[in-house]
């Protein structure tokens, strides 16, 4: 394929409407929610074009297809965002964040809206966490819901490679979860030691369209010492 300049390419615009909400009382509880809608219009993608009425042409010897980036997509997206923190006691707090987002985008084969492709699955965390002023404490959770075969992106729908098999045979990303613990203490004024147990129930699983699957259980050491 080879890119021609388009001289009728114009701007690609990007509305974006958001509200939010925060409610808090100082050492006791604090929560924020936050929503979001986003409209790409007239965005840029390549196209098949022509190029002196012709639609191939030799370059470097070669027969390519012509393409030129043209103002024909359209994307919209929405997200929601929470969050909760509750102070149970003196030290002791609690945290929960949740994430969505979905959207559709104009598919570069069929020229029709499909699910948005870099769009990720629901995903959040909780916690628990515990301070004094040399003690640090925490056990955590990180969790991402699954995406169906029918929620993926065509383009992602075709990378067998990477994604998994649902009941049907068709490549689909399953949800996981991690659990998690971490703790540091101040040995001195110069002195930090911190220690971590990462993944604790070893779950195997690779995040949403990536072709790399993420450590199993871990522990982590480490000792900082600062002059």
């Known amino acids: 394929n080879i890119t021609v300049p388009n001289p009728e390419l114009g701007a690609e615009y990007a509305w974006n409407f958001e509200v939010g909400v925060v409610k808090n009382i100082p050492n006791k509880f604090r929560m924020e929610l936050n929503a979001f809608h986003t409209i790409l ?9 022509t190029f002196n009425g012709q639609d191939s042409i030799l370059f470097d010897g070669v027969l390519s297809s012509v393409e030129s980036l043209q103002n024909v997509a359209k994307a919209t997206v929405n997200g929601l965002q929470a969050s909760l923190e509750f102070y149970l006691s003196k030290g002791l707090s609690f945290q929960s964040h949740a994430n969505w987002i979905s959207g559709k985008e104009t598919d570069d084969a069929r020229n029709e809206q499909v699910p948005l492709r870099h769009a990720p699955p629901f ?23 699954q995406v169906r075969n029918e929620d993926l992106a065509p383009s992602e729908q075709v990378k067998t490679d990477i994604y998994a098999r649902d009941a049907n045979g068709k490549p689909y990303s399953p949800g996981w979860y991690t659990i998690n613990l971490k703790g540091s ?43």
Do not use: C, F, M
């Open 123 to 145: 995903y959040g965390s909780t916690l628990l966490r515990y301070r004094t002023k040399k003690l640090s404490a925490e056990l955590n959770a990180q969790y991402n819901s």
């Open 41 to 49: 219009d007239n965005a840029i993608v390549r196209r098949p074009a």
């Open 185 to 227: 203490y101040q040995l001195s004024n110069n002195l930090l030691v911190t220690i971590g147990w990462e993944n604790i129930t070893n779950q195997r699983y690779r995040p949403y369209s990536s072709g790399i699957v993420a450590a199993g259980s871990n522990l982590i050491l480490s000792l900082r010492a600062s002059l």
